[in-house]
Each structure stands twice: as structure tokens, then as C-alpha cells.
């Protein structure tokens, strides 16, 4: 079995939280891929914890000492001379002044759109997507609350800053459910970067212009290979779930429920320290779901969370 190199990276994040910068650096002659852009980190030491590897080598190499880092996606990748397993954590604040102290460049980049550098190593490709991802997903409930309330909830929301919405509603008739949604993505086309997925239907996401599907966990199991869409994502419940996701490479997952729901009130849920357990190795960005409220956006994070997914307790 080849030996995996456990490594730690930063995606320094600074500006807006809903569409921040982050920081790339140039490797430095003399060093494999040098010339390749990167995300600041490097080896985790023997008796080291993936954190204290970061803090040691934010240090290093950029002069700064780490005050909040939250862990994030972890990819395994095999380059020519050796396999990493690279332990991403968002780092939004630190003490010093970033400078490149052991890099021949850096640069900060606005997420969301394509980098103005290259070329960037492999690896990093998927986070640079992941990064485009904002911290809240919205799930309609147009049942509940009725279709015109529920327009009027998402402009709100889209007008504040809303930029990823699940069109679920399973529950309404096939042509109400088709105009509701077409409705929502007339909504969403009057604001930048606003996103909709529709839950579990590929015919009608395709028929409604949607620029993604959400693949509930059991069509998550009868999917051979990612569905062609911009945005895949899939409800996930168990650890398998989330490999599944991996193996298909979707963008992203919902896991919950993490906390009881009025849906299901009996329902301990998974709790957070479950949660985390099942994120720890994910590759993919994980939306908590379940029970979720905008006050709990940074238990997610520091549950290794990508962000909160709710129904009810978006506005």
C-alpha cells in the first residue's frame, strides 16, 4: 500500500463572509511543481495534530499566527512522487501581516469565479469550487406556508443576500410544483449568483431551466453516475451516504437530521459530535441539516460543517 503523506492547508479567507477572498501562493523555484500556485500548509510532523501543523506552518510560511480556523473538506490525491490526504481548514482570523516568506508570489482571489493564476495544482481544483458555495442552502416549504407567502419569504431573503435554494415541495401537484418553480428561478435570475436546485426530479429541472438537481438519499443510490447539471447534491444520513456522494463527485451534501425538527420532534438526531464524525474525511462540502436556526452557522463550521441547510429558519 502506498504511504500517504498527511498535510495540512489553509484557505485563507478575508472580506465578505458570503463571497470572501482567499489567498493562493506561487511555489519557489527549487521545489517539485514550483511555479504552481497552492494553498499555504505543508506536512503534518509526526506526534503534530492536522491544527497544530497549520498554526506551525502559517507561521513559516506566511508570518502570521492563526486566531480561528474551522476544519473542512479532506482529499486524498496522488501526484507522481507521493499520495496527500490534505486537511483543508478555512482560516478567517489571524494575527500578523500575510507576506510570502517562503513562496515566490501570492494573491487574493475572489471566490466564485474563475482564477486569474496558473497553473494551480491539481489537487485544488475542488476546493476552488467548494469555495463558491455560500454558507446558507435554502430549502423551500411552499406547502406550509402556501406558494404566494413563500415567493414573497424568498425575495426577501434573495434581496439580503440569499444565494442557494433547494425547490423541494414534493408534496404539491406536479404542475404546481413545476410553476412554483419556475416562479422561484424568475426570482433567482434577478440576483447575482443565486442558484436553484430542484429536488429529485431530472426531467423537470431540465424543463424549468434549474441549474441544478438535489438528489434525495435513496435516488442518491439508484444514480449510476452524476446526473449533468452545474450543481449535484445529495441528502446524506450515514457515512456510506457521504462516500456514495464522493464516489459520483458531486459538489456537495446536506447530513442530518443533526438536531430534532418540527417534522420529527421524537427524533434525538445525530447530534453535533456525530456530526463531525461523519464530515471528518469528507472531500465533499457538508450542509448540517435538521433542526437548523442562522445561530447555529458557526457550530456548523466548527464541526467541520461547509454551512447550515434549512427550511424553516431561513428569512
Known sequence: MTPITEVAAAVMLRGD????????????????????????????????????ALQRELQEELGVTVEQAWPWVCCEFSYPHATVRLRFFR????????????HSAMVWLPSGVPARVGPILPANHPILRALALPPEYALTNAAENGVEAELARL?????????????????????ARGDFARAVIRLAARHQRAMVLLNDDQELARAVGAHGLHLSSRRLWQTARRPDF????????????????????????????????LSHPQ????????????VERSPLPVYALGGMQPEWLDTARDSGGHGIALMRGWR
Open 267 to 278: 427524533a434525538s438526531g445525530i447530534g453535533w459530535p456525530g456530526f463531525a464524525r461523519l
Open 155 to 175: 425575495d426577501q431573503a434573495l434581496m439580503r443576500g440569499l444565494h442557494l435554494i433547494q425547490v423541494r415541495d414534493k408534496s404539491l401537484s406536479a404542475r
Open 230 to 261: 452545474a450543481l449535484v447534491a445529495a441528502s446524506c444520513h450515514t457515512a456510506a451516504d457521504l462516500a456514495r456522494a464522493a464516489a459520483l463527485q458531486l459538489d456537495f451534501t446536506v447530513l442530518g437530521p443533526v438536531l430534532p425538527t
Open 91 to 102: 482560516v478567517n482570523a489571524w494575527h500578523g501581516e500575510v507576506a510570502p516568506i517562503e
Open 17 to 52: 463572509p458570503a463571497t470572501p477572498e482567499f489567498l493562493l501562493a506561487q511555489r519557489p523555484p527549487g521545489k517539485v511543481y514550483a511555479g504552481y500556485w497552492e494553498f499555504p500548509g505543508g506536512k503534518v510532523e509526526a506526534g503534530e495534530s492536522a491544527r497544530q
